[in-house]
């Protein structure tokens, strides 16, 4: 029997919540047949039933799960025989770290860049809701306009910041290590979310970051790849902007990621005079 899962989406039919696209992918993890309920904003409370006024929720067989989180624990503990979306505790604690870390990172200040579009891409029912929502409850009462005016300004300032990122994902395929988890799709969750409502490239075209994303867009016969998405990559860099990232062609190179005690040489102790 198929699990059944309630998506949010805009008028493309796009997925917008970062929250139901790791949930979608959690379910692929599993190889889960899925049935989709589509919709937007508004209708959550009917089309659930009463049951929850936000997204992701599934259906299993006659149980229901809401958030993200607990679905994806509710799989690992439903099905085991399946492919662990954690490997224990620190892969929780991790997950948790990255999710946080993003949102402060990327989705905090390119929610500002690409908050009219987001209002604009919604369906046509579900756009009062949006700009009534996002300006008294996140905005402070600002306008949707005013407050994505000058984006070309603050894009180029995000890029940098996830130099850690990069610097991780040139050590290893995946957060996850040799195969993705639900750390990588916690993460990628917030880069789908931002494609879904970027009419302009929030990343440069040569963004390290690319081969990661792309694979992960790619995974589960492209469950990433949606024909409402937006590209990511093409960001065009003015004089005086940061550089996006670290290029190690210049031979300016991160740190070394300490693995272990004999592995990262240590200072000589200084001797007393």
């Known amino acids: 029997m198929a699990i059944t899962l309630y998506d949010l989406q805009l008028a493309s039919g796009c997925t917008i919540s970062p929250f139901v ?8 993890h599993k190889g889960l047949d899925v049935d989709i309920v589509p919709g937007g904003f508004t209708g959550i409370l009917e089309r659930t039933g009463g049951r929850s006024e936000r997204l ?11 958030d993200s989180w607990v679905i994806a624990e509710y799989l690992d503990e439903t099905y085991p025989d399946r492919p662990m979306l954690f490997e224990g505790p620190s892969m929780k604690a991790l997950t948790k770290f990255i999710d946080g870390w993003l949102w402060r990172t990327a989705i905090g ?3 500002r860049c690409y908050i009219l579009d987001y209002h604009d891409l919604s369906l046509p029912q579900d756009h009062e809701y949006v700009r009534t929502t996002r300006e008294n409850i996140f905005l402070g009462g600002r306008k949707l306009e005013e407050v994505q005016a000058g984006r070309e300004d603050r894009l180029p300032l995000v890029p940098p910041t996830l130099e850690p990122l990069r610097q991780l994902l040139r050590e290893t395929p995946w957060l ?11 993460a990628l969750a917030v880069f789908l979310w931002t ?29 990433g790849r949606h024909p409402g998405m937006h590209s990511l ?35 000589e102790p200084v001797k007393a005079a």
């Open 21 to 28: 696209w790791r949930t979608k992918y959690a379910l692929a």
């Open 56 to 66: 992701p929720a599934i259906v299993d067989g006659d149980k229901w799960v809401l």
């Open 109 to 111: 200040p390119w929610f």
């Open 176 to 186: 996850g290590g040799d195969t993705p988890n639900f750390a990588d799709y916690t």
């Open 195 to 223: 494609g879904s409502v970027a009419t302009t490239p929030p990343l440069t075209a040569d963004d390290p970051l690319r081969d990661w994303l792309d694979r992960g867009f790619d995974l589960y016969g492209g469950l």
């Open 233 to 267: 990559f093409g960001l065009e860099l003015r004089e005086g902007d940061p550089e996006p990232f670290l290029n190690l062609a210049t031979g300016t190179a991160p740190a070394p990621i300490n693995r272990g005690a004999g592995t990262t040489p240590l200072p």
